[in-house]
């Protein structure tokens, strides 16, 4: 398989209004490739379109969560550009609160967006990449798609939903030179502890002094992360370039600790319990 072409890429960027969406837009564009970027409010259209004066960038609004509408979007995508080189699965937003407190329709909206949205888009783009036995589907995850944290399990399941898809992807797709990415951030200085973070509506008493702390510490969090989403961008662009790209790139020194974190915590869990672990077999 070779790399994707330096020149003339067209890039499918899902929620490009705001923050990684939009950085990365921006460095694709500088690059001289071309974006269809889709958007959920009409207004943002023209805006984003505004962004290349050269007539590069297309915007296209979609909800990712409306399945019968993405083969829409994806078809309206080729019938600008003539094809699609990689498609970034940027679109989701963060859910905070404990298991106890989050509503059945608030887990559910999560799971739409972050997992099922990004299940809606690589479907319909699929045939496409199939077709021209090439393609880069890049999904955005995150450190919460490699651990837990206090106050957000729902929107940690909806990331390790992403990992778990993305990891039979890659080998699914694989024969048909299409490649997939895991893309892992740390904290950056987007909105997603801002006007991308929700709550949950309903608050137990009894989590005061675990999700409460984090209601607390998330208020004074946004807009002092050390990640800089331009950086992130010119890595992903970086990434998806090479003749081996990575399933995972994680972003951040924060981010790299976390996963090097993860993997002492699993061999020492394995470890200590392997003998346990592989004496469940038939006795022959």
């Not at 829409?72 to 404990?98: H, K, M, P, S």
């Not at 940690?156 to 030179?177: I, M, N, R, T, Y």
Request: glycine letters at 10%; charged letters at 15%.
């Amino acid at each position: 398989m070779t790399a994707i072409s330096t020149s003339a890429a067209v890039w499918l960027i899902t929620g490009v209004s705001s923050g990684f969406g939009r950085a990365l837009a921006e460095a694709v564009l500088a690059r001289g490739d071309q974006v269809v970027g889709t958007v959920r409010n009409p207004s943002q259209i023209a805006a984003f379109e505004q962004m290349s004066p050269a007539g590069l960038a297309h915007g296209v609004l979609l909800d990712v969560t409306d399945a019968s509408a993405v083969p829409q979007a994806i078809e309206q995508a080729l019938e600008r550009t003539g094809r699609i080189d990689v498609l970034v699965n940027n679109a989701g937003y963060g859910l905070f609160g404990a298991l106890e407190e989050v509503s059945d329709t608030e887990a559910r909206q999560v799971f739409d967006t972050n997992f099922f949205g990004t299940v809606n888009t690589v479907r319909a783009v699929l045939p496409h990449f199939r077709e021209r036995g090439a393609g880069h589907i890049v999904n955005l995850s995150s450190v919460a798609g490699l651990i837990g944290i206090t106050g957000c399990s729902l929107y940690c399941a909806s990331k390790h939903a992403v990992e778990g898809l993305s990891e039979s992807l890659a080998q699914e797709l694989k024969p048909f030179g299409i490649r997939v990415m895991l893309v892992e951030p740390g904290g950056f200085r987007t909105n997603f502890a801002g006007s991308s973070l929700r709550w949950s509506e309903a608050v137990v008493p009894a989590y005061a002094e675990t999700v409460g702390t984090m209601r607390e510490q998330m208020t004074h969090y946004h807009g002092t992360q050390s990640g800089d989403p331009a950086k992130a961008a010119a890595a992903i662009i970086q990434a998806v370039q090479a003749d081996e790209p990575p399933l995972r790139l994680a972003l951040g020194p924060d981010a790299v600790s976390v996963a090097r974190n993860k993997l002492a915590g699993l061999q020492k869990n394995l470890d200590a319990w392997a003998e346990v672990s592989t004496a469940t077999d038939f006795d022959q």
